[in-house]
């Protein structure tokens, strides 16, 4: 069982934040995410659950209108033993990718991070920070090379980063169903329980309580956004019909999609394929793009029932859309390839 210590320790990773609450918890009796302004309200959530499923966000609660304000701070990689199923000896594998995986931490930022057992694989917990050459945070919006790949993301340029790293520092050996954003890094506390495996999260390695300077990998970040640049180019050149005059008409396979109910990744398909498709691309107004999602979950329900409530879901994910275009079918290959297989119809 887990206690204020354990808690203050996980916490102790966010001190470089701006501020610390209010933050995003879940555990097995919420379901989903719920606001905490403060740790008492943490442990109260934790101790009705009888600390099942205690995750916290690692990153603070920030509005709409202030996300340029957040910096890159806290890298979450993912190790799953799932990734080694087909080897003989999975957990030797498994281990084999996460020495390699904190050896390329060490080696290109100087980082000791905290590394947990969850029962199902290793999470690797890394606080991080940006800086000028005096040392200041520095804002990825502050950085002009940068900045100018912001139209061709799905997601803000902070998701972004703390995506990449995770696959930097993995050579892409990470779980690929793991994708946090600023709004989904929920991290699990030591002397909990993970339910799904019936285990106690205990910590493997501690953090060496210094935040690495992640501005060594700023360069390969970059070479990252210059291929998104590319490959949304030849998307927009060979994914997308027009009619007549020229206008954007149809993505083939999100249309086959948008026909084909699917027993699993809903919530993947709203924020990264149909949401921006249907507003972005199809330029539909928002009232037929909810009745449009929500008659092709009732098709998803008869398959597998759909845990959110939805059109409330679509109504609060259709707030976060910044006109970024859908994914890619082939970067949907590279991120959650289990779904691209779902999707070969």
Same mark, same amino acid.
């Not at 442990?43 to 990153?59: L, P």
């Given at each position: 069982?887990?206690?204020?210590?354990?808690? =203050?320790?996980?916490?102790?990773?966010?001190? &470089?934040?701006?501020?610390?609450?209010?933050?995003?918890?879940?555990?097995?009796?919420?379901?989903?995410?719920?606001?905490?302004?403060?740790?008492?309200?943490?442990?109260?959530?934790?101790?009705?659950?009888?600390?099942?499923?205690?995750?916290?966000?690692?990153?603070?609660?920030?509005?709409?209108?202030? =996300?340029?304000?957040?910096?890159?701070?806290?890298?979450?990689?993912?190790?799953?033993?799932? +990734? #080694?199923?087909? #080897?003989?000896?999975?957990?030797?594998?498994?281990?084999?990718?996460?020495?390699?995986?904190?050896?390329? /931490?060490?080696?290109?930022?100087?980082?000791?991070?905290?590394?947990?057992?969850?029962?199902?694989?290793?999470?690797?917990?890394?606080?991080?920070?940006?800086?000028?050459?005096?040392?200041? @945070?520095?804002?990825?919006?502050?950085?002009?090379?940068?900045?100018?790949?912001?139209?061709?993301?799905?997601?803000?340029?902070? %998701?972004?980063?703390? =995506?990449?790293?995770? @696959?930097?520092? %993995?050579?892409?050996?990470?779980?690929?169903?793991?994708?946090?954003?600023?709004?989904? #890094?929920?991290?699990?506390?030591?002397? %909990?329980?993970?339910?799904?495996?019936?285990?106690?999260?205990?910590?493997?390695?501690?953090?060496?309580?210094?935040?690495? /300077?992640?501005?060594?990998?700023?360069?390969?970040? +970059?070479?990252?956004?210059?291929?998104?640049?590319?490959?949304?180019?030849?998307?927009? @050149?060979?994914?997308?019909?027009?009619?007549?005059?020229?206008?954007?008409?149809?993505?083939?396979?999100?249309?086959?999609?948008?026909?084909?109910?699917?027993?699993?990744? =809903?919530?993947? #398909?709203?924020?990264?394929?149909?949401?921006?498709?249907?507003?972005?691309?199809?330029?539909?107004?928002?009232?037929?793009?909810?009745?449009?999602?929500?008659?092709?979950?009732?098709?998803?329900?008869?398959?597998?029932?759909?845990?959110?409530?939805?059109?409330?879901?679509?109504?609060?994910? +259709? &707030?976060?859309?910044?006109?970024?275009?859908?994914?890619?079918?082939?970067?949907?290959?590279?991120?959650?390839?289990?779904?691209?297989? +779902?999707?070969?119809?």
């Amino acid at each position: 069982m887990t206690d204020y210590n354990n808690i =203050r320790f996980i916490l102790s990773h966010f001190d &470089g934040q701006e501020f610390l609450f209010p933050r995003s918890i879940m555990t097995y009796e919420t379901k989903g995410q719920v606001f905490v302004d403060n740790q008492d309200q943490m442990m109260d959530y934790f101790n009705r659950a009888e600390f099942k499923d205690c995750r916290i966000n690692g990153y603070p609660f920030h509005h709409e209108n202030e =996300r340029k304000k957040l910096y890159p701070s806290f890298i979450f990689i993912d190790l799953d033993l799932s +990734l #080694c199923s087909t #080897c003989k000896y999975p957990i030797r594998k498994l281990d084999y990718i996460l020495k390699q995986t904190l050896k390329k /931490i060490k080696e290109e930022i100087n980082g000791q991070p905290t590394v947990l057992w969850t029962g199902g694989g290793y999470h690797i917990y890394q606080p991080i920070k940006i800086v000028t050459e005096d040392q200041r @945070k520095l804002h990825l919006e502050d950085i002009k090379e940068i900045k100018e790949f912001v139209p061709f993301l799905r997601s803000d340029l902070t %998701t972004e980063f703390i =995506r990449f790293a995770a @696959k930097y520092f %993995t050579n892409n050996k990470g779980d690929p169903k793991h994708n946090p954003s600023i709004h989904s #890094c929920l991290i699990r506390i030591p002397g %909990t329980i993970n339910s799904k495996y019936n285990e106690t999260v205990k910590v493997i390695q501690k953090w060496d309580g210094i935040e690495a /300077i992640a501005s060594p990998i700023l360069l390969p970040f +970059l070479d990252h956004l210059i291929q998104i640049k590319i490959e949304d180019e030849e998307l927009r @050149k060979t994914d997308i019909r027009t009619d007549l005059k020229g206008n954007k008409k149809n993505i083939v396979w999100i249309e086959k999609l948008l026909q084909t109910p699917i027993s699993d990744h =809903r919530y993947y #398909c709203l924020w990264h394929i149909l949401i921006p498709y249907l507003i972005n691309i199809k330029r539909l107004p928002k009232n037929e793009v909810i009745s449009i999602l929500a008659e092709w979950l009732d098709k998803c329900n008869k398959l597998n029932q759909v845990r959110w409530k939805y059109p409330r879901r679509i109504e609060e994910q +259709l &707030g976060y859309d910044k006109g970024y275009p859908p994914i890619s079918l082939e970067n949907l290959k590279k991120e959650n390839f289990e779904l691209y297989k +779902l999707l070969q119809i």
